[in-house]
């Protein structure tokens, strides 16, 4: 008996909402609301005659609170998925607040505009102070835990793989395999081939903001921050094979590091062949990645957001990737007075994520988790309110979902070390 509005309609959205549309016990009326209307149309329109899932569809720009709110009272949701970008997630979680709507999203909350000075001057306290320099962080949604608490509503940020699922494996661990974890190492390896010599997976503002960054790692309570691709390694991935990947910071090392004080040492690597990192650092050092606006012939252009629309839309990638993803979490630690090693990931296929959502596996990957963290809220399996990560809650039912819904688990206890 359930509403929900998806808010987006990209490539992570189009997944969840195949996803929700196979479940429609839990999902009955789902409303599609996005920037661009006519791509919500369409994916409903191909969608509807497949499922009893009621759709509907709403032009949307979610940076407007008043749009918000009149949405959410027509349509009274039970709960809003935020699959568009970050840059809204604290003014949809107002709204949530607002019309009493649980909430959930895929990334945490970082600002379009780097240059504001009143969010400038709490960015270099907060670099100072914690030592990251990534520009997104959770302190500002984590602002939001006690109103959510109050109003008894959840608000489960960074439901996608990674952010999302690797903090359920981190939770997993702890549950069955150790009584303490020492060391985390989170591998993320994309083998998809889409045969352009540049593009990027995901929305490519975020992704190459993320992956330009200075990079950091947390070890012995403290972040080290060391210069954006310097650290480099090779591991041979269950499904792909052997790739080159870098350190990189991402999102869930905040959230881990503060739940788990225990954990000495979180890493997160990623993946990327040469020609993605000779084409970034060309685009970097041509300044086609910078977030500050320019005057240009008399209007006022934003770098990256005009490379963006140079490059092809992530959505379009989905029929041209061919290869595997394989995500997951490396740990040590202690059991039952024993030093152990495990291993715990998935591993998907961009043919056959395609095949079933007609996106690729990047998309499949965060998509799914959405939809089975959307589905732990609405069938009251997770029930503490507040503004939480995954790992806070019992990653069990989760990880049974997933396993059931298109990402299972896959296991090693003696695998091989990142050194
Ligand atoms: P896309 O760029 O494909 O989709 C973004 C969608 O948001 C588009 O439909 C866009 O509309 C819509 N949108 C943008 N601005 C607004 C606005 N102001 N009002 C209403 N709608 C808006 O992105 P992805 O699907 O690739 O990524 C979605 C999210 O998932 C991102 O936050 C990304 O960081 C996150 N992500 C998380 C991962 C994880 O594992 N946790 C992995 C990958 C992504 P329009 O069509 O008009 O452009």
């Known amino acids: 008996m359930s509403r929900v509005i998806v ?66 009272d027509e349509f009274k949701p039970d709960l809003c998925m935020n ?22 999203d895929t990334a945490a909350y970082e600002p379009e505009d780097t240059d504001d000075p009143v969010w400038r001057a709490r960015y270099e306290k907060r670099v100072k102070e914690k030592g990251f320099s990534a520009y997104f962080d959770y302190s500002y949604q984590w602002e939001y835990r006690e109103k959510f608490e109050k109003a008894g509503l959840i608000a489960l940020l960074g439901c996608g793989f990674d952010p999302g699922v690797t903090q359920a494996y981190v939770a997993y661990a702890k549950k069955h395999e150790f009584d303490r974890i020492d060391s985390l190492d989170i591998l993320d390896c994309n083998g998809g081939d889409h045969g352009y010599p540049f593009a990027t997976n995901f929305n490519p503002e975020i992704n190459l903001r993320e ?22 390694r090779e591991y041979n991935f269950d499904g792909v094979g052997q790739k080159n990947m870098y350190l990189l910071h991402h999102e ?5 590091s503060t739940i788990y004080p225990e954990i000495k040492r979180i890493r997160f690597y990623m993946t990327f062949g040469d020609s993605y990192i000779t084409h970034m650092n060309c685009l970097q050092n041509v300044g086609l990645l910078s977030t500050t606006p320019v005057m240009y012939e008399g209007r006022e252009i934003t770098p990256i957001q005009f490379l963006k629309f140079l490059l092809p839309d992530p959505a379009s990638l989905g029929p041209r990737t061919k290869g595997k993803t394989n995500i997951g979490c490396i740990f040590t630690g202690v059991k039952d007075g024993k030093e152990k090693k495990y291993y715990i990931y998935n591993v998907c296929d961009h043919e056959e994520a395609y095949k079933e959502t007609a996106s690729q596996a990047v998309s499949y990957t965060t998509g799914v988790p959405a939809m089975c963290g959307a589905m732990m809220i609405l069938k009251g399996i997770w029930t503490t309110p507040g503004a939480r990560t995954v790992e806070e809650y019992d990653p069990d039912p989760f990880i049974e979902a997933l396993d059931k819904y298109g990402l299972p688990k896959r296991e090693s206890y003696d695998p091989v070390m990142v050194d």
Not at 89 to 104: F, T
């Open 7 to 72: 808010i987006g309609c990209g490539g992570v959205a189009t997944v969840a909402i195949n996803k929700c549309c196979q479940h429609s016990d839990v999902f009955e009326e789902l409303c599609i609301a996005s920037r661009t209307v006519s791509k919500c149309d369409a994916l409903a329109a191909k969608l509807q005659p497949t499922t009893k899932t009621k759709l509907s569809t709403k032009q949307i720009d979610a940076n407007n609170l008043t749009q918000l709110i009149q949405l959410f």
């Open 83 to 104: 699959l568009g970008m970050p840059y809204q997630n604290l003014i949809i979680m107002d709204a949530c607040l607002i019309c009493h709507v649980n909430y959930l």
């Open 211 to 232: 992956v330009s960054a200075e990079a950091a790692y947390y070890e012995n309570g403290k972040w080290v921050r060391v210069p954006a691709m310097s650290i480099k």
């Open 252 to 256: 869930e090392i905040e959230s881990i």
